[in-house]
T-cell receptor
Framework: GAVVSQHPSRVICKSGTSVKIECRSL??????MFWYRQFPKQSLMLMAT?????????EQGVEKDKFLINHASLTLSTLTVTSAHPEDSSFYIC???????????FGPGTRLLVL | AQKVTQAQTEISVVEKEDVTLDCVYE???????LFWYKQPPSGELVFLIR??????QNEISGRYSWNFQKSTSSFNFTITASQVVDSAVYFC???????????????FGTGTQLKVEL
């Protein structure tokens, strides 16, 4: 199989706080993990690509200091939304891939609501 | 630059009807991969199929079938005898076979909302 988990599934926080989202590949080693953001009734927008042991590559327009990504092991990547504001409220989804040209398998997503 | 177009924003069918979801893509690469993912109301993206550009053979998996035609740059998805549980947003995606990194970026279409009613 190819199972990817995300935690938490839902989080509500106050404006100004930081939120960490974990993405884990449960039954395979993920050389690369991807972080997406999805607004209601829209497609997925790639935020960044992270390779294990190296710095993440951010897409144009995504603030790297705002969205901190760490891919410390072959099974875990974290996304930290720093000093969250209401406009950061969204559905964040991660995916994991075994390697070059391999299929991306997606986690169940995290719904973030910033009050 | 690569692009995926899903012209159908929303489709409604009655249970047991067949339905085809269209996907048209653009890419300059000769080697690429095409995907379909299902996103039910829960939000998780479920992988359905992956096709590489050298394999134009159509595929059938239960009630699902896919028609890949390079001549028209299309990768259409048909659900036979649709069921209420098929209600979801379906995304078509394209990945070019780049040489950098582990795994490649996906370019998603805008998705087609399928509603299957009793």
């Amino acid at each position: 199989g190819a199972v990817v988990s995300q935690h938490p599934s839902r989080v509500i926080c106050k404006s100004g706080t930081s939120v960490k989202i974990e993405c884990r590949s449960l039954d395979f080693q993920a050389t690369t993990m991807f972080w997406y953001r999805q607004f209601p009734k829209q497609s997925l927008m790639l935020m960044a690509t992270s390779n294990e042991g190296s710095k993440a590559t951010y897409e144009q327009g995504v603030e790297k200091d705002k969205f901190l990504i760490n891919h410390a092991s072959l099974t875990l990547s974290t996304l930290t939304v720093t000093s969250a504001h209401p406009e950061d409220s969204s559905f964040y989804i991660c995916s994991a891939s075994r390697g070059l040209r391999e299929t991306q398998y997606f986690g169940p997503g995290t719904r973030l609501l910033v009050l | 630059a690569q692009k995926v177009t899903q012209a159908q924003t929303e489709i409604s069918v009655v249970e047991k009807e067949d339905v085809t979801l269209d996907c048209v893509y653009e890419t300059r690469d000769t080697t690429y991969y095409l995907f379909w993912y299902k996103q039910p109301p829960s939000g998780e993206l479920v992988f359905l199929i992956r096709r590489n550009s050298f394999d134009e053979q159509n595929e059938i998996s239960g009630r699902y079938s896919w028609n890949f035609q390079k001549s028209t740059s299309s990768f259409n998805f048909t659900i036979t005898a649709s069921q209420v549980v098929d209600s979801a947003v379906y995304f078509c995606a394209l990945s070019e076979a780049g040489l950098t990194g582990g795994g490649n970026k996906l370019t998603f279409g805008t998705g087609t909302q399928l509603k299957v009613e009793l």
